[in-house]
């Protein structure tokens, strides 16, 4: 988990840099992150909200219905729409970076893989990185720098 990583949008007026290593990576198998990529998954790098430092262009923050009817705020590229981040929960100070967004997405593997119950039968699961059918406890995984940081954002 390299601090300084920078990514961006597909039509190159979004650029951004994470100013810190990510707390923690999840590769999600829900439903709602199905659809949302049109694709079997996302990856989504968890950090501050204040530490993804916009280097270029604007977001358009976009709310979507989810099956949990929790609240979902997608930030979008304003120009091209991709998204880049968003926000689970009403929670604005945690960011959920698309890591598919990096320059180098493979800097940032997954820490835990969630909501397995909905993976898609043809993706096999590496050995040795958590795996839960659906949410998991934070405070049994996560490195304990990174809980003392969602604790000062989050109180
Ligand atoms: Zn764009
Ligand atoms: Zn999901």
New binding site residues.
Partial sequence: MNPGLEGG??????RYRLASKAMFVHCCHCRDCQRQTGSAFVINALIETDRVEILS?ETEAVPVPTDSSRPHVIHR?K??G?AVWSHYGGNQPLAFVRVGTLDEPSALPPDVHIYTRSKLPWIVLPAGVPAFEAYYDSKNLWPPESLARRKAIFG
């Fill in positions: 949008c597909a039509c190159g007026a979004l262009g590229c120009t091209c991709t």
